[in-house]
Each structure stands twice: as structure tokens, then as C-alpha cells.
């Protein structure tokens, strides 16, 4: 199954090893997501490192074997699905993840309660994958 994943479910995966941790490494989902969640991660490095406790030679191998596990597409792969997702997306904020998801024709995993509030994309919550898996 393909999936866009939005940057809360791979910030949750990093924070503690969980289910979440566990499913991205199951290899009957192929994991999707824009290259804008870098720059997420990059501007809340010292929050992670300060959630997980880890070092930041430990955050810098997480985040390759992240980059090894999830296909990171750039904008300009996406960018003519924009304004189609800006226009169903519920969260401003999450408008890239609709637009790559369209593009792919696929879902998004997210556990963002707000993003369900349309129906042209399917969201699934963590729950919903662990159903599937």
C-alpha cells in the first residue's frame, strides 16, 4: 500500500520507539512525502533531541534510515496539484501532503482528526494502518 506520511506521524516514530517506528519498516507500505518535512525536521531538531534524549550523531542516523524508508519528492514533482488541494485541504499547513497524495494517487497516514474533514483523499490514522498491517 502507498501512503503520503505527514511529518507528526515521522516526529512521533523518532520520539519514542512505538508501533508507528514499527510499521514504517513494514515492507508492505511504500511511504511518500514532500521534501518541505526536511525542512520541518531541521527547524525542530533541538526539540526532538530534547524529546528522545538522544545525541545528534543518534538524530543524524535516524534521519538517514527515515530517508532510506520514506521517497522524499521535492515540490516541483507535486506543485500542479496545488490549488486542487488547496481547496479540499482542512489544514492550510497540510496542503503539500494533499497535493503529493493526489499526484499519487494515493492516501495520507496521518493521525490529524481535522484532515478527514473532506473526502476527495483518504486519510488514515494509526489505528486505521494497524487494522491493515
Given at each position: 500500500?502507498n501512503?503520503?506520511?505527514?511529518?507528526?506521524?515521522?516526529?512521533?516514530?523518532?520520539?519514542?520507539?512505538?508501533?508507528?517506528?514499527?510499521l514504517?519498516?513494514?515492507?508492505?507500505?511504500?511511504?511518500?512525502?514532500?521534501?518541505?518535512?526536511?525542512?520541518?525536521?531541521?527547524?525542530?531538531?533541538?526539540?526532538i533531541?530534547?524529546?528522545?534524549?538522544?545525541?545528534?550523531?543518534?538524530?543524524?542516523?535516524?534521519?538517514?534510515?527515515?530517508?532510506?524508508?520514506?521517497?522524499?519528492?521535492?515540490?516541483?514533482?507535486?506543485?500542479?496539484?496545488?490549488?486542487?488541494?488547496?481547496?479540499?485541504?482542512?489544514?492550510?499547513?497540510?496542503?503539500?501532503?494533499?497535493?503529493?497524495?493526489?499526484?499519487?494517487?494515493?492516501?495520507?497516514?496521518?493521525?490529524?482528526?481535522?484532515?478527514?474533514?473532506?473526502?476527495?483523499?483518504?486519510?488514515?490514522?494509526?489505528?486505521?494502518?494497524?487494522?491493515?498491517?
Amino acid at each position: 500500500m502507498n501512503l503520503v506520511v505527514d511529518a507528526n506521524i515521522l516526529f512521533s516514530a523518532l520520539i519514542k520507539d512505538n508501533l508507528t517506528a514499527r510499521l514504517l519498516f513494514d515492507e508492505r507500505f511504500t511511504f511518500y512525502t514532500p521534501e518541505y518535512i526536511l525542512e520541518e525536521f531541521a527547524r525542530h531538531e533541538k526539540d526532538i533531541l530534547e524529546k528522545t534524549h538522544r545525541s545528534k550523531p543518534d538524530f543524524i542516523e535516524i534521519m538517514k534510515i527515515l530517508k532510506e524508508l520514506i521517497i522524499v519528492f521535492p515540490k516541483e514533482y507535486y506543485r500542479e496539484f496545488m490549488a486542487e488541494a488547496e481547496k479540499i485541504c482542512p489544514d492550510k499547513d497540510d496542503t503539500m501532503y494533499f497535493a503529493l497524495a493526489i499526484k499519487l494517487k494515493c492516501g495520507i497516514w496521518s493521525n490529524d482528526k481535522k484532515l478527514k474533514e473532506q473526502e476527495k483523499v483518504r486519510v488514515y490514522s494509526t489505528q486505521e494502518i494497524l487494522l491493515i498491517a
